[in-house]
């Protein structure tokens, strides 16, 4: 009752990770210093007149101030009605590039 295997509160029971519906402000803030930080750094790097293939794609994706907030903030999934979901709610979002989505979504 009192020991290691006691029961759990049911108040704390339930999903761990939880995560929230919606980004908020400040969570948005970061996101775009994120992808600014991020293409200072491909510009830093293109303009030492390194070249490689994969320079070269990170060039060719759109610049945070390109992109529409729809693209900033939600990314293309086809198992979710509507085929968007918040980035957010991807795993790892904050180490990928989610700025592409198919044509059309």
């Given at each position: 009752m009192f020991g290691a295997f006691r029961p759990t509160s049911i108040a704390s029971g339930g999903l761990l990770w939880k995560s929230p519906f919606r980004l908020s402000p400040t969570r948005k803030a970061n996101h775009r210093r994120r992808l600014r930080l991020v293409d200072d750094v491909i510009a830093a790097v293109a303009a030492s007149?390194?070249?490689?293939?994969?320079?070269?794609?990170?060039?060719?994706l759109p610049t945070e101030g390109e992109m529409l907030p729809r693209d900033k903030y939600t990314t293309f999934d086809h198992k979710?009605?509507?085929?968007?979901?918040?980035?957010?709610?991807?795993?790892?979002?904050t180490r990928l590039t989610l700025r592409e989505n198919p044509r059309g979504f």
């Open positions: 007149g390194v070249e490689t293939r994969s320079l070269a794609r990170a060039a060719a979710v009605r509507g085929w968007r979901k918040s980035v957010h709610k991807v795993p790892k979002w």
